[in-house]
């Protein structure tokens, strides 16, 4: 009798040690260090993303194989390296060039300054770097600012409208000083997780353009336009024009009249009327040069029919695998889209009416609302569809003028550019296409109550973002906190002059654009195309400003003779009457050769790790919509939103619930086990 009743001891002892291991494990595991695959932890929002500082981001590589990745980088082939962020190290780690047109005129140059996709999880199946999957380093060509992507982002934070994360980073290649980058976090699981939570959605990169041809979708960049066959005698590029003073001047790849009689555009979609409005001559009309673009009905969001196959272009980018249905049902809602129909049922309006207010500031042709309708990120759920920030490098009017004509200079052409972008009309803010062939923006502005809607969120964005003067302070934080790391950059591609000079036209633009935005608002200046064209003097007058400062075609570094690194250290196209040009640091180095590589006993040695959760968000501060922290004396946020997820894993996740769920099985097991051996 007493061996039964210590084996019924036994065994409920066994089950209450058990359930209390579940119960640790359930609501400690992840403090403990014990992660799991699909783990919510997305705590690099508050460490590498944190843009208060400028992180260290060392990059330690085979000499073989870096020389291999700058031989090769057009093939955009991985490497393994061991990548160190802020003193933290991860093994086993995926680098390689990514870009599009970029990537080509960098591989074409003497630079070697290429942008960087690196996957943590390639080689290592669940490595992250405190929960983020994906990481890109931006090498900001194209933007003598070094802000306009940053500045991008952090205003559609501020609106609350979905966008990855981003910071600066001193990039070190075997920790010699590579060049100062924006780390961007890549739209991916983690995006996801953070932005929608664990039920996101179908997430999509309509594109169809495949000029450079990334390996990857979600790497949207400038043209080639080098590999683009002349226009014929006639077209656009060849017109002459007259400028303000009434002298003739030959036009570059835009009309440079600020309302003038634009050249011919070709219609992008059968059966649609040819673009009229003024500012269709504004910029050059890609739909007229062969680059590869098919007509991309698909990536408008122009439904043509219910055949899977039209809209091959979307399918393509698919971030994440997609059924059949999910096919089918994006089909059914883009159809209704252009139908007009079930409006507030397929697209999330207030959404998509924030990205577009953002959008639309920055004057961004490089886009949705241009005329190779891509570097977007389309996300679709139950049905519903909005869009996901991407690519403002050429943000800011970059892709007119300078950003696609081979460079404007601050003459009357320009100055008149730069009138007609500072007051590009809100209502019909597009470039060489039409509002009906951007369907989802043009049917939610023909409704009189979206448009009211929009309108309302403009005036909350310009009064809370810029009359505060949030967007002075974030400008004059952000280059207080880089400057000193431009001056070094080794392979900038620009001079700290012409930094110096394109953040200051920054800055003017972001006044300026303002105020002209602040005019169509009340009435005091036409928000249509066709409005300025019948008022030009209701415009206000930027003839001062000279966009091509904030950085033209492939950015100042790209027109020199710039060894990568540069040993010049000298602008050889800057202005005349520019005084001394700051040398900067040159690691020793060819291209094609890595910098030295550290010696095992200085290599910083820290734990290789997968990351565990830091800190609870709510520590650190208000979160807007995607996750940027807000400063303390932000004001008039028309849209504060928390995280659908903590940065920490969950206290009771899936897993830790299975084993809390055994644990209590086999307590019960082990009690009618007990019970029965006693009879």
């Not at 066709?530 to 008022?535: L, R, S, T």
Request: negative net charge; aromatic residues 8%.
């Amino acid at each position: 009798m007493a061996d039964h009743k210590n084996i019924e001891r036994i065994c409920i002892i066994i089950g209450i040690i058990t359930l209390m291991f579940g119960l640790v494990f359930a609501y400690f595991g992840e403090s403990l260090g014990i992660t799991v695959s699909g783990s919510t932890d997305l705590s690099y929002a508050t460490t590498l993303f944190d843009d208060s500082m400028v992180h260290t981001i060392d990059i330690e590589i085979a000499e073989s194989d870096w020389n291999n990745l700058q031989e090769n980088a057009a093939d955009e082939e991985y490497q393994l390296c061991t990548i160190t962020v802020d003193g933290e190290t991860l093994d086993n780690v995926a680098i390689r060039p990514k870009g599009n047109s970029s990537l080509t005129s960098v591989v074409s140059s003497d630079s070697e300054r290429y942008s960087f996709k690196i996957d943590f999880d390639k080689y290592s199946d669940g490595l992250t770097y405190h929960g983020l999957d994906k990481l890109n380093l931006n090498n900001i060509i194209s933007d003598n600012t070094y802000l306009k992507e940053y500045l991008s982002y952090d205003m559609m934070a501020y609106m609350g409208v979905a966008a990855p994360l981003a910071s600066f980073a001193k990039v070190s290649v075997n920790g010699e000083y590579f060049g100062l980058y924006l780390a961007v976090e890549g739209v991916e699981e983690a995006f996801a997780q953070r932005n929608y939570g664990s039920d996101y959605g179908n997430i999509y990169k309509p594109d169809s353009m495949q000029i450079g041809g990334d390996k990857e979708m979600g790497d949207g960049e400038k043209p080639d336009m080098s590999q683009m066959p002349e226009r014929p005698q006639g077209t656009a590029d060849s017109q002459t024009t007259t400028d303000q003073n009434g002298a003739s001047q030959t036009a570059d790849g835009f009309q440079p009249q600020n309302i003038g009689t634009p050249p011919e555009m070709n219609s992008e979609t059968t059966g649609q009327p040819d673009q009229t409005a003024a500012n269709a001559g504004q910029f050059p009309d890609i739909g007229q040069m062969g680059m590869g673009v098919n007509s991309g009905n698909d990536v408008a969001l122009i439904y043509s029919d219910d055949e899977l196959s039209s809209y091959e272009n979307i399918w393509e980018g698919a971030v994440f695998d997609v059924t059949t249905s999910d096919k089918e049902r994006l089909i059914d809602s883009i159809k209704q889209l252009n139908a007009g129909e079930n409006l507030e049922t397929v697209v999330d309006v207030e959404a998509v009416l924030k990205y577009f207010v953002v959008h639309n500031f920055v004057d961004n042709f490089d886009s949705y609302t241009g005329s190779m309708k891509h570097n977007y990120y389309l996300r679709e759920d139950q049905g519903q569809l909005s869009m996901i920030a991407w690519d403002y490098n050429l943000a800011f009017s970059n892709f007119s003028g300078g950003g696609m004509g081979g460079g404007t200079t601050t003459t009357a052409t320009s100055t008149d550019e730069a009138t007609t972008l500072v007051n590009n009309p809100i209502d019909t803010p597009v470039s060489g296409t039409t509002m009906d062939e951007r369907p989802l923006l043009g049917v939610l502005l023909s409704n009189e109550a979206y448009l009211e809607q929009y309108h309302q969120y403009f005036q909350e964005f310009i009064s809370g973002y810029f009359e505060s003067g949030q967007c002075t302070e974030t400008i004059d934080q952000a280059t207080a906190l880089i400057s000193d790391y431009v001056k070094d950059d080794p392979t900038a591609f620009c001079t700290y002059e012409e930094y110096q000079a394109g953040v200051a036209v920054l800055e003017q633009f972001c006044t300026l654009r303002a105020e002209s935005i602040s005019g169509q608002l009340d009435g005091t200046i036409p928000a249509t195309t066709e409005g300025q064209a019948a008022q030009p003097t209701a415009l206000l007058d930027a003839s001062n400003l000279d966009i091509a400062a904030m950085g033209s075609g492939m950015g100042g570094g790209m027109d020199r003779e710039m060894a990568a690194p540069n040993s010049q250290g000298t602008d050889q196209t800057a202005n005349a009457d520019a005084t001394s040009v700051q040398s900067v640091a040159t690691p020793q180095s060819a291209k094609g050769q890595p910098p030295n590589r550290p010696d095992a006993d200085t290599t910083t040695a820290a734990t290789n790790t997968q990351s565990t959760a830091e800190s609870d968000l709510a520590a650190g501060g208000n979160q807007t919509g995607n996750g940027q922290i807000e400063s303390e004396n932000t004001t008039n946020q028309p849209d504060e939103r928390t995280w659908p997820n903590d940065t920490t894993a969950s206290a009771m996740d899936l897993p830790s619930l299975i084993l809390l769920g055994g644990s209590c099985l086999v307590l019960l097991l082990g009690i009618l086990v007990a019970k029965r051996y006693k009879r």
